[in-house]
């Protein structure tokens, strides 16, 4: 079972290698762990998650 995991004020945590594909059909693919999927747009990394919610302030 994957296991999906909803944080406040923050990224979207998925345990096991994952695809992410975006609305513009491009496929992003990690092996990792756990991936942080934004959740915010604020990511430089976008669809993966860098932290920007934490350093940047959402864009109007």
Known sequence: MTNIRV???GPVLVEGP???TGADGTTVRSERFVTAIC???RS???PLC???HRQRKREA
């Open 50 to 52: 860098d932290g920007g």
């Open 18 to 20: 994952v695809e992410v």
């Open 39 to 41: 959740a915010c747009r």
């Open 44 to 46: 430089k990394i976008y």
């Open 7 to 9: 944080t406040d004020d």
